[in-house]
């Protein structure tokens, strides 16, 4: 190519492109050698500011086990450089596309990481990045393990401090921690740990511990779901290795190692033996008792029809209504309610009831929120959660991602399985909740004129003299009257309570589902 940058590096060849940077091949006439300059494509006040930290914290962190700072500066024309050391290899993303690895690679690997991850811990510094393309393998060999792009690093206190517009995705989504996907501030090297751990899971079983097709989809199943472990996916992972990653991955803070030192100490501790052993006995069969499937209502809701990244052309905040206020509308139904990182709110209804219930509680709720967020479509699903090892809710999740993207502002888009449970109870027009319909009162009309109850007189005077006991007495009745559908158990209740009323009765009427 021929160009110089800053009268020392001689541009090669190009090595990779993004949307914002590009990495160049170049040769470094002061100390003649090769070496990769990145220079910074879009000249976007915040990206000019990344890029200076990542020099800054990449000249700070001077170990093996980062990438090499070398020289930066800024060109004539505004555009800032970063020269760092030369590798040849691959990342591990590139790697992983090939097939998981070895359990002993695997080990090797992580430790390797988490050892060097910790010195960075110990500046006080958390990259927020962790993933298989950050991480390079110097000739592809996984036992020599560098870090790459500490474009989101920060330090911890400055990561705690600092407030992240409603809608900017500050990290990768599959090895985002449950703390990033909720778009949260108060970040420590623990939000660290959960990205390594995804990457390890990925190691070991070949898939990310959380993949979907649409982002909001991946973030709510790191916010709502635990991930599934990893011996389910391969058998000869040891035990002592299993209970580290869910440890890793483990949705509360508290609950995970503190920082890499601690993982990389885990790792080391593990018996060798244990290792390498082999599994001679045959898999445990799958236990027709250990799992359950249970019904489970979504309801999600977003500004945007279409998901995407920059936070310059997602930030939501302005129109963001108070959380707390959403959330109690939901915890007052029996949901959780969550905002994540990318503006979307997702609330679930999963705890006990049957089908009919829970999509009665997630369309009130619906109904509650609309004037709250008129800028907002949400979309409502019914499906299935299956519980034992763990909660999964994404495919509900991905039902109402594919709703939403036919959604306008205003809209509650309902799929199929929720409209069979709420037409009868609710205003549903071309899959549309619009409201929720008055209590039937059981009355009858024939071209406009009340009819007449025949044939229950039994059922009637059964009713009026447990009341009159009632009356008599001072005492409370119970009375059930059942029958099958269509048979006019409605009609019955409308006549006694029309009867009712006439003697003065004060009345409370109530409506539930089977």
């Not at 740990?193 to 990457?199: A, H, M, Q, T």
């Not at 052309?313 to 108070?322: S, Y």
């Not at 409209?419 to 609710?426: A, D, P, Q, T, V």
């Not at 039994?458 to 003299?465: D, K």
Request: net charge positive; aromatic share 4%; hydrophobic share 45%.
């Amino acid at each position: 190519m021929g160009t110089v940058v800053a009268n020392r590096f001689e541009l090669l060849k190009i090595a990779a492109s993004g949307g914002i940077g590009t990495v160049y091949q170049a040769h470094d006439r002061a100390q003649g050698r090769l070496v990769a300059v990145k220079l910074l494509k879009q000249l976007h006040p915040e990206h000019i500011q990344r890029f200076k930290r990542e020099a800054e914290l990449l000249a700070r962190l001077d170990a093996p086990g980062f990438v090499r700072y070398i020289d930066f500066g800024v060109l004539k024309g505004g555009q800032p450089f970063l020269a760092t050391e030369w590798l040849n290899g691959e990342d591990l993303d590139a790697r992983l596309a090939r097939g998981k690895l070895r359990i002993e690679d695997t080990i090797t690997l992580a430790t390797k990481i988490a050892t060097s991850l910790a010195i960075a811990h110990q500046h006080g510094v958390i990259h927020r990045d962790i993933k298989p393309s950050n991480l390079w393998l110097v000739d592809r060999d996984t036992s020599k393990p560098k870090i790459l792009d500490l474009g989101l690093a920060r330090f911890i206190d400055a990561a705690r401090s600092s407030i992240t517009s409603t809608g900017a995705i500050m990290g990768t989504p599959s090895y985002m921690s449950p703390e990033q996907a909720r778009g949260g501030s108060n970040l420590d090297a623990r939000t660290d740990v959960f990205s390594l751990g995804c990457v390890l899971y990925e190691c070991l079983a070949g898939t990310p511990p959380f993949a979907g097709d649409q982002i909001m989809a991946i973030l709510a199943k790191i916010v709502f779901e635990d991930a599934p472990r990893v011996r389910n996916l391969r058998a000869d992972v040891p035990r002592g290795l299993e209970r580290l990653v869910q440890a890793m991955l483990s949705r509360e803070p508290a609950d995970r190692p503190r920082d890499a030192g601690a993982v990389a100490a885990a790792l080391t501790a593990l018996h060798p033996s244990e290792v390498i052993r082999k599994i001679s006995s045959r898999p445990p069969q799958p236990v027709l008792t250990h799992r359950e499937q249970r019904v489970l209502c979504v309801l999600t809701a977003t500004l945007q029809h279409n998901e995407q990244g920059d936070a310059s052309e997602t930030d939501n905040a302005g129109l963001m209504p108070n959380h707390e206020q959403l959330r109690a509308i939901a915890v007052k139904r029996g949901g959780r309610l969550e905002l994540l990182a990318n503006g979307c709110l997702i609330a679930t209804f999963s705890s006990g009831g049957q089908a009919a219930d829970l999509a009665l509680a997630a369309a009130r709720t619906a109904l509650a929120l609309r004037p709250l967020i008129p800028n907002f479509c949400m979309a409502l699903a019914t499906g299935r959660a299956v519980v034992g090892d763990r909660v999964s809710i994404g495919e509900a999740v991905q039902r109402t991602a594919h709703l939403l993207e036919l959604a306008s502002a205003g809209d509650i888009r309902v799929d199929a399985a929720s409209i069979g449970l709420l037409e009868s109870r609710f205003v549903v027009e071309n899959r549309l909740l619009v409201s929720e319909r008055p209590t039937p009162s059981g009355e009858r009309v024939l071209l406009g004129r009340p009819t007449t109850c025949v044939g229950r007189d039994w059922e009637l005077a059964t009713l009026g003299a447990a009341f009159s006991e009632c009356v008599e007495e001072s005492a409370a009745r119970v009375v059930l009257v059942t029958a099958a559908a269509g048979m006019g158990k409605t009609r019955v209740r409308y006549e006694f309570l029309h009867r009712s009323r006439t003697e003065g009765a004060a009345l409370c009427v109530g409506a539930g589902d089977p």
